[in-house]
């Protein structure tokens, strides 16, 4: 880790998003984290981030991890949207922010029988 997926359109990047093994010092037992979601302002609107959200908590599951968290100060209502729960609130340089966590499914590959 880290992980950074590119969204490409046109053969041009226009959105980011990272898996990292940390972000936020005042939480440092926590892990991974997703980070760094951006999408270019002339490319917002169309679902990019939404998607790169997906991916990027698809190749977490894949990987083995059972929960992600991330920090936001002002996408709150993009993260619910995607299921992600706010579980507390911290501050940052830039002010209070959520801190917010996804549960993610258990890939199919690794899921096992149920007794019976």
Request: charged content about 20%.
């Amino acid at each position: 880790m880290p992980l950074t997926l590119i969204a490409i359109e046109n053969a041009l990047p226009v959105g980011m998003v990272t898996l990292a093994d940390r972000d936020f010092d005042g939480k440092s037992h926590l892990s991974p984290w997703l980070k760094s979601l951006f999408v270019h302002p002339f490319h917002r609107k169309k679902g990019i981030a939404t998607l790169l959200i997906e991916r990027l908590e698809h190749e977490a599951s894949r990987l083995g991890y059972k929960s992600l968290f991330l920090i936001t100060e002002d996408a709150r209502v993009l993260y619910k949207k995607s299921g992600w729960q706010a579980i507390d609130c911290v501050q940052t340089p830039y002010g209070a922010a959520a801190l917010m966590e996804k549960t993610l499914p258990t890939p199919p590959h690794l899921r096992t029988a149920a007794p019976g």
